[in-house]
Nanobody, 121 residues
Framework: QVQLVESGGGLVQAGESLRLSCAAS????????MSWYRQAPGKQRELVAT???????GYADSVKGRFTISRDNAKNTVYLQMNSLKPEDTAVYYC???????????????WGQGTQVTVSS
């Protein structure tokens, strides 16, 4: 199987920056898209940013120009650089990977356990 471990969350003030990391491990044959989602209290989980294995990226309108997603394919790791953070960015951030286990395995989505990001005003 595939395990995803996020790190880098914390408490910051508005305007500051954080960098999240998510490392995938396990019996990985290949990883396609890797994405960051977030879920604020009382709200549905939403897509923040995504990147494909070829390097294409996409962002939610609310974070465009402030957040940057990147990945290191050799390390099976995805990053989220978050600049100019706002209180409304406060949420639990989750990593998701679309991965294949073994050469004959199906493509499946795997999720990390989440990391808390809190932005104070």
């Amino acid at each position: 199987q595939v395990q995803l471990v996020e790190s880098g969350g914390g408490l910051v003030q508005a305007g500051e920056s954080l960098r999240l990391s998510c490392a995938a491990s396990g019996s990985i044959f290949s990883i396609n898209a890797m994405s960051w989602y977030r879920q604020a209290p009382g709200k549905q989980r939403e897509l923040v940013a995504t990147t494909t294995s070829s390097g294409s990226t996409g962002y939610a309108d609310s974070v465009k120009g402030r957040f940057t997603i990147s990945r290191d394919n050799a390390k099976n790791t995805v990053y989220l650089q978050m600049n100019s953070l706002k209180p409304e960015d406060t949420a639990v951030y989750y990593c998701k990977a679309n991965a294949r286990v073994g050469i004959l395995g199906d493509w499946r989505n795997y999720w990390g356990q989440g990391t808390q990001v809190t932005v104070s005003s």
